[in-house]
């Protein structure tokens, strides 16, 4: 990597970045379902609330979501998000630290080989930076569908829990809201938390609690919210027995998690059978080896 290449590659850093900055203050186009969806009142209560920063990650992803047009680079896992409880702009940044690490190292790399006097074409360092950047930017996307799934897999178990303490609580006379939060100030888990404040919220707001399941379960992906609100509004519209259908239903979701969690522990238990066969392998070749090279060669 001679002194003229490290000029050009300089220049090139220095051309993106001028780049990069008239296209955030370029005008764009937004969406229109975008566009309508920040007139709605949650909308404008939620831009009154700001941002807390508490740390430079917080201040770099409030600033890249500022100046830059990420929606139109990024798609961003919003449900996933919204059930982790992780904030947007702290996603942003984590994505940008990523990229950032990608493009750093195979450059390092690259100075490194110059100072040996290794003999290096500009392209590969150039071509790796770039191809570390973007590969290394989606291992946020990664992680935060791993701990969605394993938090979708947590919300169920104590959502199972929740329909056997609704549907006590309705056998003992309770109304159907009345039942709905009693059984929510039941647990103390982050899932129970989490319907305890779409019940409060609906309560402030003045609409009925199984709407706000409803949309707690859009927002999260967690379907088993959605039949427990058709259950409830059942319920309270038709005046109707439920205790026997949320057990059922109950039922139904642990025998289904059982059945889940017993698939992953064969395919575990599968995965952990492999290294002991190869290592059987690798000791039955060790032993016939002597042996065999006997055969090859007798002395």
Known sequence: MTTMNLAIFAGLLVGTGL??????????RPALGEFLGQLS???RLSRTVPIEVSDYTDRV???LMRHLPLSLWVK???????????????????KAAHAAVGLILPLLFGAAATVLRIPIPFVIPAAASLAAAVALSFLPDMDVKRRAAA????????????LDLVAIARNSGAQTRQAMEVAANTGDS???????????ASKLSG???????????ESLDVPGLSDL?????????????VYTTLRATATSMRNSLMNTDLAQANSTTTQISYPAAALALIFTVMLATPAFLRLIHPS
Request: no cysteine; aromatic share 10%; hydrophobic share 50%.
């Open 76 to 94: 961003p896992p919003t449900k996933d998000l919204d059930l982790l409880q992780i904030p947007l702009h702290r996603f942003y940044a984590d």
């Open 151 to 162: 938090a979708r897999v947590e919300f169920a178990h104590a959502l199972s829990a929740y």
């Open 229 to 241: 609100a058709d259950i409830m509004r059942m319920s309270a519209e038709d005046n109707a027995a």
């Open 207 to 217: 609409t009925s609690p199984w709407d706000a399941l409803r949309d707690l379960s």
């Open 41 to 43: 009142p949650s909308a």
């Open 190 to 200: 982050w899932a129970f938390t989490r319907i305890r404040e779409s019940l409060l």
């Open 61 to 63: 992803g409030v600033w």
């Open 19 to 28: 780049a990069a900055a008239l296209l955030a203050f370029a005008p764009t």
